[in-house]
């Protein structure tokens, strides 16, 4: 399903975002100086708009620094007075969306817990309505698009029409390298049905170590997002919050001077019909694709209708573990790796199941 969001482009806010957006600034605001000094470092790179900081902190466990609270919007105050950048603060609930459009600040977001509950995405909705904001909203903790796509909605309904999504992994019960599993293709869907919406990604979070981040944040560009948020910290060891991921100033002017911006399209010229021919390779490999899928299943068709027959049992253990494994040898002879012929034929195996329990119970 297509969704109608209507949306104000970036360009047109009135907030000198050039192209990429980049937003950094500590995790959370701790004291004047801190917030003050790595501001200053901050505003000396010019592709940095944006200074970010949590006033309000959602901790997952209790007894943790949970943020010094409106105390630090005076101190926001002075960042912008003196750096010229403009200021992003979390919100979870009414009270602190009032606090912080009382003391000026620019930008809202909306954290990952906030997203997941539409109680609280509903009271900042209406908290808002009537004021132009622009508000980014994180993807909620858990891997899918309703709750984010639904928070959307929500504020665009309240009649905010300067909205970003901020892409910042999901939770995930098996442990990886992250600290959040990007699942790049759910911010990639979210594009492709609000095309007009402005995607960011936020590698810190992702990555829950700084090693991580500068990979992460150019996979981000290569796929088209539309800019990056990124945890900066003028002393990132002695970090109250998210020590582990956040970065000096320096080495963020490192992670920018490297990023590659790739061009999104080569409009014409040999590039572009190079890029044109490939895809229709592309396009005759994947017709062809599903038309051996299509012949897969007309075969599991056929044995489904024979166990039936025959009394015999959907699942043959022996049987797939068999599959899996010459698939995946044969996967590996041709440059494939054993997890995505693995996670392929997962999905098939749960397709033929699934179909065969259809025609045993008919
Ligand atoms: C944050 O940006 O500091 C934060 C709390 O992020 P998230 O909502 O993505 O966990
Ligand atoms: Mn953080």
Redesign the pocket.
């Known amino acids: 399903m297509e969704i109608e969001l209507n949306i104000d482009p970036i360009a047109e806010w009135g907030l000198k975002t050039e192209h990429p957006v980049i937003i950094a600034g500590p995790?959370?605001v701790e004291s004047e100086e801190q917030v003050l000094t790595t501001a200053r470092l901050i505003a000396q790179n010019e592709m940095v708009s944006i200074f970010?900081a949590?006033i309000w902190?959602?901790r997952t466990r209790p007894n943790s620094f949970e943020g010094v609270g409106a105390l630090g919007l005076k101190w926001l105050k002075k960042v912008k007075s003196e750096t010229g950048l403009l200021l992003a603060v979390?919100v979870a609930n009414a009270q602190h969306c009032e606090t912080a459009l009382k003391h000026g600040i620019d930008i809202l977001?909306?954290?990952?817990?906030?997203?997941v509950n539409p109680f609280s995405v509903q009271e900042i909705a209406d908290t808002l309505k009537g004021s132009d904001i622009p508000v980014m909203v994180?993807?909620p903790?858990n891997p899918g698009l309703d709750l984010w796509i639904g928070a959307l909605e929500r504020l665009n309904q309240a009649g905010i029409t300067k909205l970003i999504a901020?892409h910042?992994?999901f939770s995930s019960y098996s442990k990886t390298i992250y600290r959040?599993e990007p699942d790049w293709e759910l911010p990639i869907e979210l594009k492709r049905r609000i095309p007009e919406l402005p995607v960011i990604c936020?590698p810190?979070?992702i990555g829950g170590k700084r090693e991580l981040i500068p990979a992460l944040a150019q996979q981000a560009f290569d796929l088209e997002m539309n800019g990056i948020?990124v945890?900066v910290h003028y002393q990132p060891e002695s970090a109250l919050?998210?020590a582990q991921q956040q970065i000096t100033p320096d080495e963020l002017n490192y992670l920018i001077k490297k990023l590659i911006l790739r061009n999104p399209e080569f409009k014409n010229g040999k590039n572009g019909n190079y890029l044109k021919d490939l895809r229709k390779k592309i396009d005759v490999v994947d017709k062809e694709l599903i038309r051996l899928f299509s012949a897969r299943k007309n075969y599991v068709e056929k044995i489904a209708e024979f166990k039936k027959e025959k009394g015999i049992t959907i699942l043959q253990l022996n049987r797939w573990d068999e599959i899996m494994k010459t698939r995946i040898d044969l996967g590996e002879k041709m440059n494939l790796k054993k997890e995505f012929v693995q996670a392929i034929y997962h999905h098939i195996h749960e397709d033929s199941i699934k179909l065969q329990t259809e025609i045993l119970n008919v």
């Open positions: 995790c959370s970010r949590g902190k959602p979390e977001w909306l954290g990952a817990r906030t997203t994180k993807n903790v901020i910042r992994g959040n936020d810190s979070h948020m945890e919050s998210d």
